[in-house]
Protein backbone atom coordinates (compact mmCIF):
# COMPACT_ATOMS: atom_id res chain seq x y z
CA UNK A 1 0.00 0.00 0.00
CA UNK A 2 1.31 3.13 -1.25
CA UNK A 3 0.60 5.69 1.91
CA UNK A 4 3.57 6.33 3.24
CA UNK A 5 5.88 7.19 6.18
CA UNK A 6 9.08 9.18 6.15
CA UNK A 7 12.51 8.32 7.34
CA UNK A 8 15.09 10.76 8.53
CA UNK A 9 16.47 11.17 5.06
CA UNK A 10 13.29 12.14 3.66
CA UNK A 11 13.34 8.72 1.92
CA UNK A 12 9.47 7.66 1.19
CA UNK A 13 8.44 3.76 2.43
CA UNK A 14 4.77 2.36 1.61
CA UNK A 15 3.03 2.15 4.72
CA UNK A 16 2.71 -1.68 5.41
CA UNK A 17 -0.26 -3.09 5.55
CA UNK A 18 -0.60 -3.90 9.56
CA UNK A 19 0.59 -0.26 9.67
CA UNK A 20 -2.48 0.69 8.13
CA UNK A 21 -4.78 -1.70 10.01
CA UNK A 22 -3.36 -0.23 13.58
CA UNK A 23 -4.48 3.37 12.48
CA UNK A 24 -7.69 2.57 11.42
CA UNK A 25 -7.80 0.33 14.46
CA UNK A 26 -7.24 4.22 16.39
CA UNK A 27 -9.74 5.78 13.72
CA UNK A 28 -12.74 3.58 14.55
CA UNK A 29 -11.58 3.65 18.81
CA UNK A 30 -11.88 6.79 18.60
CA UNK A 31 -15.68 6.98 17.26
CA UNK A 32 -16.79 4.53 19.84
CA UNK A 33 -14.74 6.19 22.69
CA UNK A 34 -16.63 9.20 22.14
CA UNK A 35 -20.15 7.57 22.83
CA UNK A 36 -18.36 5.79 25.64
CA UNK A 37 -16.32 8.77 27.45
CA UNK A 38 -19.93 11.45 26.98
CA UNK A 39 -21.41 9.89 29.73
CA UNK A 40 -21.11 8.42 33.05
CA UNK A 41 -23.44 5.85 32.76
CA UNK A 42 -22.84 2.51 30.45
CA UNK A 43 -25.12 3.47 27.51
CA UNK A 44 -28.67 2.52 26.99
CA UNK A 45 -29.11 -1.06 28.16
CA UNK A 46 -27.50 -3.51 30.67
CA UNK A 47 -29.51 -3.39 33.58
CA UNK A 48 -30.43 -6.75 33.29
CA UNK A 49 -27.08 -8.58 33.08
CA UNK A 50 -25.85 -5.90 36.35
CA UNK A 51 -28.13 -7.84 37.92
CA UNK A 52 -26.98 -11.07 36.81
CA UNK A 53 -23.70 -10.61 38.05
CA UNK A 54 -24.72 -9.63 41.27
CA UNK A 55 -26.71 -13.17 41.20
CA UNK A 56 -23.54 -14.97 40.04
CA UNK A 57 -21.32 -13.75 42.69
CA UNK A 58 -23.99 -13.71 45.24
CA UNK A 59 -24.65 -17.57 44.31
CA UNK A 60 -20.28 -17.93 44.94
CA UNK A 61 -20.54 -17.81 41.03
CA UNK A 62 -22.24 -21.33 40.60
CA UNK A 63 -25.13 -20.49 38.15
CA UNK A 64 -28.17 -19.45 39.94
CA UNK A 65 -31.06 -21.36 39.22
CA UNK A 66 -33.42 -17.69 38.69
CA UNK A 67 -32.18 -14.21 38.00
CA UNK A 68 -33.26 -11.47 41.22
CA UNK A 69 -34.28 -9.31 38.13
CA UNK A 70 -37.74 -7.77 38.35
CA UNK A 71 -39.63 -10.23 40.15
CA UNK A 72 -37.34 -12.90 40.15
CA UNK A 73 -39.09 -14.96 37.88
CA UNK A 74 -36.68 -15.12 34.96
CA UNK A 75 -34.90 -18.50 34.44
CA UNK A 76 -30.54 -17.48 34.74
CA UNK A 77 -30.19 -19.54 30.96
CA UNK A 78 -28.23 -17.06 29.15
CA UNK A 79 -25.02 -17.79 28.32
CA UNK A 80 -22.71 -17.13 31.34
CA UNK A 81 -19.15 -16.31 30.03
CA UNK A 82 -19.20 -12.62 30.07
CA UNK A 83 -20.99 -13.08 33.46
CA UNK A 84 -17.78 -14.67 34.60
CA UNK A 85 -15.41 -12.37 33.13
CA UNK A 86 -17.53 -9.34 34.77
CA UNK A 87 -17.95 -10.80 38.24
CA UNK A 88 -14.45 -12.06 38.90
CA UNK A 89 -13.03 -8.52 37.83
CA UNK A 90 -15.35 -6.90 40.29
CA UNK A 91 -14.44 -9.31 42.87
CA UNK A 92 -10.86 -9.99 42.62
CA UNK A 93 -9.84 -6.70 41.00
CA UNK A 94 -12.20 -4.44 42.54
CA UNK A 95 -13.26 -2.59 39.65
CA UNK A 96 -16.44 -1.52 39.96
CA UNK A 97 -19.66 -2.81 38.23
CA UNK A 98 -20.89 -0.07 36.32
CA UNK A 99 -17.08 0.84 35.20
CA UNK A 100 -17.14 -2.81 33.33
CA UNK A 101 -20.52 -2.54 31.99
CA UNK A 102 -19.15 1.08 30.55
CA UNK A 103 -15.57 -0.97 29.06
CA UNK A 104 -15.53 -3.97 28.83
CA UNK A 105 -17.56 -3.56 26.13
CA UNK A 106 -15.98 -0.66 24.37
CA UNK A 107 -12.69 -2.91 24.41
CA UNK A 108 -14.14 -5.70 22.69
CA UNK A 109 -15.26 -3.70 20.73
CA UNK A 110 -11.93 -2.19 19.42
CA UNK A 111 -10.39 -5.57 19.35
CA UNK A 112 -12.88 -6.51 16.92
CA UNK A 113 -11.40 -4.08 14.03
CA UNK A 114 -7.97 -5.63 13.63
CA UNK A 115 -9.23 -9.35 14.05
CA UNK A 116 -12.04 -8.25 10.87
CA UNK A 117 -8.72 -6.99 9.58
CA UNK A 118 -7.52 -10.92 9.63
CA UNK A 119 -11.05 -12.67 8.50
CA UNK A 120 -10.47 -10.06 5.47
CA UNK A 121 -7.23 -10.88 4.80
CA UNK A 122 -8.10 -14.80 4.76
CA UNK A 123 -11.01 -13.86 2.29
CA UNK A 124 -9.81 -11.22 0.18
CA UNK A 125 -6.13 -11.38 0.10
CA UNK A 126 -5.13 -8.59 -1.49
CA UNK A 127 -3.57 -5.71 0.58
CA UNK A 128 -5.58 -2.52 -0.91
CA UNK A 129 -9.37 -4.46 -0.41
CA UNK A 130 -8.40 -6.00 2.84
CA UNK A 131 -7.39 -1.95 4.43
CA UNK A 132 -10.61 -0.68 3.45
CA UNK A 133 -12.89 -3.18 4.08
CA UNK A 134 -11.51 -2.64 7.38
CA UNK A 135 -11.75 1.24 7.50
CA UNK A 136 -15.45 0.49 6.12
CA UNK A 137 -16.00 -1.79 9.41
CA UNK A 138 -15.16 0.30 11.60
CA UNK A 139 -17.07 3.29 10.65
CA UNK A 140 -20.14 1.49 9.88
CA UNK A 141 -22.46 1.67 13.02
CA UNK A 142 -24.32 -1.66 13.02
CA UNK A 143 -20.60 -2.88 13.83
CA UNK A 144 -20.32 -1.26 17.17
CA UNK A 145 -23.71 0.84 18.15
CA UNK A 146 -24.86 -2.60 20.01
CA UNK A 147 -21.26 -3.85 21.33
CA UNK A 148 -20.62 -0.59 23.19
CA UNK A 149 -23.41 -0.51 25.37
CA UNK A 150 -23.82 -2.03 28.39
CA UNK A 151 -25.63 -5.18 26.97
CA UNK A 152 -22.30 -5.25 25.03
CA UNK A 153 -20.82 -6.90 27.85
CA UNK A 154 -22.28 -9.80 25.66
CA UNK A 155 -22.86 -9.30 22.39
CA UNK A 156 -18.97 -7.53 21.85
CA UNK A 157 -17.41 -10.35 22.86
CA UNK A 158 -19.50 -12.73 20.99
CA UNK A 159 -18.79 -10.79 17.55
CA UNK A 160 -14.77 -10.72 18.51
CA UNK A 161 -14.77 -14.33 18.96
CA UNK A 162 -17.00 -14.79 16.12
CA UNK A 163 -14.66 -13.21 13.72
CA UNK A 164 -11.79 -15.02 15.37
CA UNK A 165 -13.81 -18.39 14.60
CA UNK A 166 -14.28 -17.66 10.99
CA UNK A 167 -10.70 -16.44 10.00
CA UNK A 168 -9.74 -19.72 11.74
CA UNK A 169 -12.05 -21.61 9.76
CA UNK A 170 -11.95 -20.15 6.01
CA UNK A 171 -8.00 -20.28 6.37
CA UNK A 172 -8.47 -23.98 7.61
CA UNK A 173 -10.96 -24.28 4.56
CA UNK A 174 -8.38 -23.06 2.22
CA UNK A 175 -5.31 -25.05 3.27
CA UNK A 176 -6.16 -27.54 5.88
CA UNK A 177 -4.34 -27.24 9.44
CA UNK A 178 -5.26 -29.16 12.73
CA UNK A 179 -4.33 -25.84 14.25
CA UNK A 180 -6.86 -23.72 12.43
CA UNK A 181 -9.46 -26.83 12.74
CA UNK A 182 -9.51 -26.32 16.84
CA UNK A 183 -9.12 -22.47 16.31
CA UNK A 184 -12.14 -22.83 15.03
CA UNK A 185 -14.12 -24.73 17.48
CA UNK A 186 -12.88 -23.40 20.33
CA UNK A 187 -13.63 -19.71 19.45
CA UNK A 188 -17.08 -21.21 18.15
CA UNK A 189 -17.73 -22.61 22.07
CA UNK A 190 -16.52 -18.94 23.08
CA UNK A 191 -19.24 -17.68 21.17
CA UNK A 192 -21.74 -20.26 22.26
CA UNK A 193 -21.24 -18.97 25.59
CA UNK A 194 -21.09 -15.46 25.30
CA UNK A 195 -24.49 -14.50 22.72
CA UNK A 196 -26.55 -17.74 21.20
CA UNK A 197 -27.62 -15.09 18.40
CA UNK A 198 -23.65 -14.63 17.20
CA UNK A 199 -23.69 -18.64 17.32
CA UNK A 200 -26.33 -18.75 14.60
CA UNK A 201 -24.00 -16.22 12.54
CA UNK A 202 -21.66 -19.13 12.39
CA UNK A 203 -23.93 -21.63 11.55
CA UNK A 204 -25.21 -19.72 8.80
CA UNK A 205 -21.64 -19.13 7.75
CA UNK A 206 -20.33 -22.39 7.59
CA UNK A 207 -22.41 -23.96 4.93
CA UNK A 208 -21.86 -20.62 2.30
CA UNK A 209 -17.80 -21.29 3.35
CA UNK A 210 -17.93 -24.84 3.28
CA UNK A 211 -19.92 -24.36 -0.15
CA UNK A 212 -16.92 -22.18 -2.10
CA UNK A 213 -13.85 -23.16 -0.23
CA UNK A 214 -14.13 -27.63 0.06
CA UNK A 215 -16.78 -29.58 -2.01
CA UNK A 216 -15.80 -32.55 -0.22
CA UNK A 217 -16.77 -35.15 2.39
CA UNK A 218 -13.79 -35.59 4.08
CA UNK A 219 -14.52 -31.50 4.57
CA UNK A 220 -17.51 -31.96 5.51
CA UNK A 221 -17.17 -34.74 8.05
CA UNK A 222 -14.47 -32.24 9.65
CA UNK A 223 -17.03 -30.05 9.98
CA UNK A 224 -19.63 -32.09 11.63
CA UNK A 225 -16.75 -33.09 14.10
CA UNK A 226 -16.38 -29.17 14.45
CA UNK A 227 -20.04 -28.99 15.43
CA UNK A 228 -19.70 -31.77 18.42
CA UNK A 229 -16.82 -30.21 19.65
CA UNK A 230 -18.67 -27.10 19.83
CA UNK A 231 -21.32 -29.15 21.76
CA UNK A 232 -19.44 -30.91 24.11
CA UNK A 233 -17.35 -27.92 25.21
CA UNK A 234 -20.28 -25.71 25.75
CA UNK A 235 -22.60 -29.26 27.37
CA UNK A 236 -21.70 -27.57 31.32
CA UNK A 237 -23.43 -24.68 30.66
CA UNK A 238 -26.68 -25.79 28.05
CA UNK A 239 -27.16 -29.24 30.12
CA UNK A 240 -27.13 -27.72 33.35
CA UNK A 241 -30.02 -25.25 31.65
CA UNK A 242 -31.85 -28.47 30.16
CA UNK A 243 -31.70 -30.37 33.55
CA UNK A 244 -33.45 -27.63 35.01
CA UNK A 245 -36.13 -25.81 32.76
CA UNK A 246 -35.89 -28.83 29.78
CA UNK A 247 -35.28 -28.06 26.18
CA UNK A 248 -38.44 -25.73 25.95
CA UNK A 249 -36.84 -23.13 27.58
CA UNK A 250 -34.37 -22.82 24.08
CA UNK A 251 -37.79 -23.13 21.99
CA UNK A 252 -39.45 -20.16 24.27
CA UNK A 253 -36.17 -17.95 23.61
CA UNK A 254 -36.16 -19.01 20.05
CA UNK A 255 -39.86 -18.06 19.22
CA UNK A 256 -39.50 -14.81 21.57
CA UNK A 257 -39.51 -10.98 19.69
CA UNK A 258 -41.82 -11.55 16.94
CA UNK A 259 -38.86 -11.50 14.19
CA UNK A 260 -39.42 -12.30 10.67
CA UNK A 261 -37.68 -12.73 7.69
CA UNK A 262 -39.00 -9.72 5.40
CA UNK A 263 -37.53 -7.15 7.88
CA UNK A 264 -33.72 -7.87 6.88
CA UNK A 265 -34.61 -8.60 3.65
CA UNK A 266 -36.16 -5.07 2.95
CA UNK A 267 -33.43 -3.48 4.88
CA UNK A 268 -31.35 -4.82 2.55
CA UNK A 269 -33.78 -3.79 -0.08
CA UNK A 270 -33.82 -0.03 0.94
CA UNK A 271 -37.24 -0.90 1.26
CA UNK A 272 -37.13 0.62 5.27
CA UNK A 273 -35.05 4.07 6.18
CA UNK A 274 -32.13 3.61 8.17
CA UNK A 275 -31.41 6.51 10.73
CA UNK A 276 -27.55 6.47 9.84
CA UNK A 277 -26.32 7.86 6.50
CA UNK A 278 -23.00 6.11 6.34
CA UNK A 279 -24.67 2.65 6.82
CA UNK A 280 -26.66 3.73 3.39
CA UNK A 281 -24.11 4.75 1.72
CA UNK A 282 -21.75 1.38 2.58
CA UNK A 283 -24.50 -0.42 1.39
CA UNK A 284 -24.74 1.24 -1.93
CA UNK A 285 -20.68 1.07 -2.08
CA UNK A 286 -21.21 -2.98 -1.38
CA UNK A 287 -23.95 -3.30 -4.30
CA UNK A 288 -21.45 -2.25 -6.63
CA UNK A 289 -18.66 -4.52 -4.97
CA UNK A 290 -21.25 -7.29 -5.70
CA UNK A 291 -21.10 -6.16 -9.37
CA UNK A 292 -17.33 -6.13 -9.05
CA UNK A 293 -17.47 -9.56 -7.73
CA UNK A 294 -19.84 -10.90 -9.78
CA UNK A 295 -17.84 -9.90 -13.02
CA UNK A 296 -14.90 -11.73 -11.71
CA UNK A 297 -17.08 -14.94 -11.52
CA UNK A 298 -16.88 -14.67 -7.44
CA UNK A 299 -19.78 -14.87 -5.64
CA UNK A 300 -18.96 -15.95 -2.57
CA UNK A 301 -19.31 -12.74 -0.76
CA UNK A 302 -22.80 -11.74 -2.08
CA UNK A 303 -24.30 -14.97 -1.37
CA UNK A 304 -22.96 -14.85 2.39
CA UNK A 305 -24.63 -11.24 2.18
CA UNK A 306 -27.73 -12.46 1.09
CA UNK A 307 -28.23 -15.23 3.37
CA UNK A 308 -27.63 -13.28 6.21
CA UNK A 309 -29.94 -11.35 5.23
CA UNK A 310 -32.83 -13.93 4.49
CA UNK A 311 -31.82 -15.80 7.30
CA UNK A 312 -30.46 -13.96 10.08
CA UNK A 313 -33.99 -12.59 11.35
CA UNK A 314 -32.71 -11.06 15.21
CA UNK A 315 -30.02 -9.22 13.68
CA UNK A 316 -29.25 -9.12 10.13
CA UNK A 317 -28.10 -5.79 10.55
CA UNK A 318 -24.96 -7.00 12.38
CA UNK A 319 -23.95 -9.98 10.83
CA UNK A 320 -24.85 -7.89 7.24
CA UNK A 321 -21.58 -5.65 8.54
CA UNK A 322 -19.13 -8.67 8.06
CA UNK A 323 -19.89 -9.17 3.84
CA UNK A 324 -20.90 -5.67 3.24
CA UNK A 325 -17.55 -4.03 4.58
CA UNK A 326 -15.64 -6.34 2.14
CA UNK A 327 -17.90 -6.04 -0.83
CA UNK A 328 -17.26 -2.69 -0.21
CA UNK A 329 -13.85 -2.83 0.62
CA UNK A 330 -13.70 -4.26 -3.28
CA UNK A 331 -15.40 -1.41 -5.24
CA UNK A 332 -13.18 1.05 -3.22
CA UNK A 333 -10.53 -0.66 -4.66
CA UNK A 334 -11.70 -1.22 -7.97
CA UNK A 335 -12.86 3.27 -8.33
CA UNK A 336 -9.53 4.25 -6.47
CA UNK A 337 -7.68 2.25 -8.73
CA UNK A 338 -9.25 3.38 -11.42
CA UNK A 339 -8.53 6.78 -10.61
CA UNK A 340 -5.02 6.37 -9.94
CA UNK A 341 -5.05 5.04 -13.73
CA UNK A 342 -7.24 7.72 -15.40
CA UNK A 343 -6.16 10.94 -13.51
CA UNK A 344 -2.68 10.10 -12.97
CA UNK A 345 -0.18 13.39 -13.45
CA UNK A 346 1.61 12.09 -16.76
CA UNK A 347 1.69 9.26 -18.49
CA UNK A 348 4.58 7.63 -17.17
CA UNK A 349 2.27 7.84 -14.03
CA UNK A 350 -0.56 6.48 -15.26
CA UNK A 351 1.43 3.30 -16.75
CA UNK A 352 3.42 2.58 -13.38
CA UNK A 353 0.24 2.39 -11.36
CA UNK A 354 -2.12 0.87 -13.26
CA UNK A 355 -1.80 -2.43 -11.56
CA UNK A 356 -2.65 -0.67 -8.17
CA UNK A 357 -4.27 2.19 -5.96
CA UNK A 358 -1.39 4.91 -5.61
CA UNK A 359 -2.16 6.94 -2.59
CA UNK A 360 0.27 9.72 -3.30
CA UNK A 361 -2.34 10.87 -6.13
CA UNK A 362 -4.37 14.28 -4.63
CA UNK A 363 -7.36 13.25 -6.32
CA UNK A 364 -7.29 9.95 -4.24
CA UNK A 365 -5.57 11.43 -1.21
CA UNK A 366 -8.72 14.14 -1.32
CA UNK A 367 -11.71 11.39 -1.78
CA UNK A 368 -9.96 9.14 1.12
CA UNK A 369 -9.53 12.23 3.24
CA UNK A 370 -13.10 14.10 2.90
CA UNK A 371 -14.72 10.18 2.66
CA UNK A 372 -13.15 9.24 6.02
CA UNK A 373 -13.73 12.73 7.43
CA UNK A 374 -17.34 13.04 6.75
CA UNK A 375 -17.50 8.93 7.71
CA UNK A 376 -16.13 10.02 11.55
CA UNK A 377 -18.89 13.65 11.27
CA UNK A 378 -22.12 11.52 10.21
CA UNK A 379 -20.75 8.55 13.48
CA UNK A 380 -20.21 11.05 15.87
CA UNK A 381 -23.34 13.72 15.53
CA UNK A 382 -25.50 10.01 15.78
CA UNK A 383 -25.06 11.01 19.59
CA UNK A 384 -27.32 14.50 19.18
CA UNK A 385 -29.85 12.49 17.36
CA UNK A 386 -33.31 12.53 19.34
CA UNK A 387 -33.87 8.64 18.79
CA UNK A 388 -30.14 8.00 19.22
CA UNK A 389 -29.16 4.26 20.45
CA UNK A 390 -26.61 5.41 22.04
CA UNK A 391 -27.94 7.34 25.37
CA UNK A 392 -27.51 6.54 28.98
CA UNK A 393 -29.48 6.91 32.37
CA UNK A 394 -29.32 10.44 33.42
CA UNK A 395 -28.38 11.77 37.06
CA UNK A 396 -31.95 12.19 37.59
CA UNK A 397 -33.21 8.80 37.15
CA UNK A 398 -30.63 7.18 38.40
CA UNK A 399 -31.75 9.68 42.25
CA UNK A 400 -34.84 9.13 41.99
CA UNK A 401 -34.30 4.81 41.73
CA UNK A 402 -31.99 5.30 44.85
CA UNK A 403 -34.95 7.12 46.13
CA UNK A 404 -37.36 4.46 45.38
CA UNK A 405 -34.96 1.60 47.05
CA UNK A 406 -35.06 3.33 50.25
CA UNK A 407 -38.38 4.32 50.59
CA UNK A 408 -40.83 1.78 48.56
CA UNK A 409 -41.55 -1.76 49.92
CA UNK A 410 -39.50 -4.29 48.54
CA UNK A 411 -42.44 -6.02 46.71
CA UNK A 412 -43.73 -2.31 45.28
CA UNK A 413 -44.88 -2.72 41.87
CA UNK A 414 -44.53 0.17 38.97
CA UNK A 415 -45.60 1.08 36.30
CA UNK A 416 -42.29 3.17 34.63
CA UNK A 417 -43.94 5.49 31.78
CA UNK A 418 -41.48 6.70 29.97
CA UNK A 419 -42.72 6.41 26.40
CA UNK A 420 -39.70 4.91 24.72
CA UNK A 421 -39.73 4.52 20.72
CA UNK A 422 -39.09 0.77 21.54
CA UNK A 423 -39.34 -1.66 23.77
CA UNK A 424 -35.28 -2.69 23.21
CA UNK A 425 -34.62 1.12 23.30
CA UNK A 426 -36.46 1.25 27.12
CA UNK A 427 -33.29 1.96 28.96
CA UNK A 428 -34.65 3.23 31.57
CA UNK A 429 -37.11 0.39 31.96
CA UNK A 430 -34.29 -2.25 32.09
CA UNK A 431 -31.79 -0.28 34.28
CA UNK A 432 -35.07 0.27 37.29
CA UNK A 433 -35.32 -2.99 38.38
CA UNK A 434 -32.06 -3.39 38.60
CA UNK A 435 -31.24 0.16 40.54
CA UNK A 436 -34.48 -0.09 43.00
CA UNK A 437 -34.66 -4.17 43.15
CA UNK A 438 -38.88 -3.47 42.31
CA UNK A 439 -40.67 -4.80 39.92
CA UNK A 440 -41.76 -3.24 36.65
CA UNK A 441 -45.12 -4.25 35.03
CA UNK A 442 -43.86 -2.81 31.61
CA UNK A 443 -40.31 -3.98 31.13
CA UNK A 444 -39.84 -7.41 29.18
CA UNK A 445 -35.96 -7.68 29.04
CA UNK A 446 -35.48 -11.16 29.86
CA UNK A 447 -39.05 -12.46 29.57
CA UNK A 448 -37.87 -14.31 26.06
CA UNK A 449 -37.25 -17.82 28.54
CA UNK A 450 -40.58 -17.31 29.96
CA UNK A 451 -43.34 -19.76 28.62
CA UNK A 452 -46.79 -18.56 26.30
CA UNK A 453 -44.82 -15.42 24.88
CA UNK A 454 -44.79 -13.32 27.84
CA UNK A 455 -42.36 -10.89 26.50
CA UNK A 456 -44.75 -10.43 23.38
CA UNK A 457 -47.46 -9.51 25.99
CA UNK A 458 -45.05 -7.24 27.95
CA UNK A 459 -43.96 -5.55 24.91
CA UNK A 460 -47.36 -5.08 23.29
CA UNK A 461 -48.75 -3.42 27.57
CA UNK A 462 -45.91 -0.86 26.78
CA UNK A 463 -46.87 0.00 23.31
CA UNK A 464 -50.95 0.38 24.46
CA UNK A 465 -49.39 2.68 27.43
CA UNK A 466 -46.73 4.66 25.02
CA UNK A 467 -50.04 5.54 22.93
CA UNK A 468 -51.96 6.34 25.98
CA UNK A 469 -49.25 9.66 26.02
CA UNK A 470 -51.96 12.28 24.36
CA UNK A 471 -54.96 9.93 24.82
CA UNK A 472 -55.18 10.87 29.19
CA UNK A 473 -55.66 8.42 32.36
CA UNK A 474 -59.00 6.60 30.51
CA UNK A 475 -56.66 4.91 27.89
CA UNK A 476 -54.25 4.09 30.68
CA UNK A 477 -56.82 2.76 33.06
CA UNK A 478 -57.54 0.27 30.00
CA UNK A 479 -54.43 -0.92 29.44
CA UNK A 480 -54.29 -1.82 33.15
CA UNK A 481 -57.69 -3.68 33.02
CA UNK A 482 -57.03 -5.93 29.87
CA UNK A 483 -53.26 -6.43 31.28
CA UNK A 484 -54.91 -7.10 34.88
CA UNK A 485 -51.68 -5.45 36.35
CA UNK A 486 -51.72 -4.62 40.10
CA UNK A 487 -49.41 -1.83 40.57
CA UNK A 488 -48.88 1.04 43.16
CA UNK A 489 -46.85 3.55 42.13
CA UNK A 490 -46.22 5.35 38.28
CA UNK A 491 -43.12 6.72 37.39
CA UNK A 492 -42.61 8.93 35.00
CA UNK A 493 -39.75 10.60 33.33
CA UNK A 494 -38.49 11.46 29.60
CA UNK A 495 -34.81 10.73 30.82
CA UNK A 496 -33.95 13.94 29.20
CA UNK A 497 -30.24 14.99 28.56
CA UNK A 498 -31.27 18.62 28.06
CA UNK A 499 -29.32 21.40 29.85
CA UNK A 500 -32.51 23.69 29.86
CA UNK A 501 -35.57 23.10 32.20
CA UNK A 502 -38.10 20.80 30.37
CA UNK A 503 -42.24 21.73 30.93
CA UNK A 504 -43.50 20.35 33.53
CA UNK A 505 -45.95 17.82 32.12
CA UNK A 506 -45.05 16.47 28.50
CA UNK A 507 -47.96 14.31 28.07
CA UNK A 508 -51.53 14.28 28.56
CA UNK A 509 -51.12 10.97 30.57
CA UNK A 510 -48.45 13.21 32.90
CA UNK A 511 -50.79 15.64 33.56
CA UNK A 512 -54.56 13.86 34.21
CA UNK A 513 -52.57 11.78 36.60
CA UNK A 514 -50.81 14.77 38.31
CA UNK A 515 -54.91 15.86 38.65
CA UNK A 516 -56.73 13.10 39.57
CA UNK A 517 -57.20 12.99 43.38
CA UNK A 518 -56.36 8.58 42.98
CA UNK A 519 -53.14 9.38 42.93
CA UNK A 520 -50.64 11.06 45.32
CA UNK A 521 -47.44 12.96 44.28
CA UNK A 522 -44.73 11.10 46.36
CA UNK A 523 -41.28 12.24 44.36
CA UNK A 524 -39.97 14.98 42.02
CA UNK A 525 -37.16 15.93 41.10
CA UNK A 526 -36.24 17.72 37.46
CA UNK A 527 -37.16 14.98 35.39
CA UNK A 528 -38.91 12.40 37.19
CA UNK A 529 -42.20 12.06 38.59
CA UNK A 530 -43.37 9.50 40.91
CA UNK A 531 -47.00 8.72 42.32
CA UNK A 532 -48.59 6.51 44.58
CA UNK A 533 -52.04 4.75 43.56
CA UNK A 534 -54.32 5.22 47.07
Given at each position: MK???HK???E?K?L?L???I?L???I???V ?7 V??P????G???V ?8 AF???L ?8 I ?5 P ?8 L ?5 IG ?6 FL?L ?6 I?V ?6 E????K???ALA?L ?7 AYE??IM ?5 R ?8 V????LV?W??K??W?D ?11 ALC?L ?5 L????P??Y???RK???H???L????V??I??T???W??V??R??F???F????S ?6 T??A???G ?8 E ?9 G??V ?6 SF?PV ?6 VL?M??S??S???P?A ?6 L????A????S ?14 ID?EN??V??IL????TL ?6 I?F???D?Y???LN?ENQ?A?A?V ?9 FL ?5 S???L?L???W ?11 T?QGQ ?5 N?Q??T?T???D???C??M ?7 VV?ENQ?D?QY ?14 L ?15 T??Y????VR????K
Open positions: WTSGTGKPSIGMVITLGAVRCFYVFSSFLNDGMFYMVRDLQANRLPYTSYNGGNPYAYPLPFYLAAGNQWLGLISLLRPLFSIATPFAWLAQVLAEHPVTVFALLSPWEGGGLTAPALLFTLALAFRCRPDKWVGGVVFSALTHEMLWMALSLVILYYDWQLTHILAGGVALAPWGTISFGQIFDALHGNFNWQPLTLLLLPVQDLNTVFTLIALVVFMLRKRNLWWLVFADRSQRMTILMLAGVATAGLWISRLGTNETEKISISAGFRWKGIVGVAIFHDLGYLPTLKSSAMWQANTEADSQVVDFPGWHDVGEFPALTGRKSLLGEWLANQLKVALNVNDRWGLTCLQQEFYVYFTDNSDSVTKEPFTSVLAYEVAQNSGYLIQNEDIYRK
